[in-house]
Nanobody, 123 residues
């Protein structure tokens, strides 16, 4: 299995910024994609952003496009999510995930998940 550990969550005021990190270890793939998803209480887990193995291809949910930036250090199997202009509706537990091959937005395609990190944006 793949072990994923998220960090960087916290409490921030609306309009502020946070940078999330996720380090992968264990049964990783050299040609892999990584992504970020989030889940608020009573809501389904939703796609946030994804990135391919080289970092050349990225995808974003419409709700975060222009505010969030995903990046990675493939040599370290680490993915980052820079979150700017945060809004209260961004409040959720954020999870990182890993899969073999191309980046996709479907959480069902990812085989490894972290435990999540809480992001809370106050009004």
């Amino acid at each position: 299995q793949v072990q994923l550990v998220e960090s960087g969550g916290g409490l921030v005021q609306a309009g502020g910024s946070l940078r999330l990190s996720c380090a992968a270890s264990g049964r990783t793939f050299s040609d892999n994609a990584m992504g970020w998803f989030r889940q608020a209480p009573g809501k389904v887990r939703e796609f946030v952003a994804a990135i391919n193995w080289s970092g050349a291809i990225t995808y974003y949910a419409d709700s975060v496009k222009g505010r969030f930036t995903i990046s990675r250090d493939s040599a370290k199997n680490t993915v980052y999510l820079q979150m700017n202009s945060l809004k209260p509706e961004d409040t959720a537990v954020y999870y990182c995930a890993l899969k073999w091959g191309v980046a996709v937005i479907n959480p069902g395609e990812y085989g490894g998940w972290g435990q999540g990190t809480q992001v809370t944006v106050s009004s």
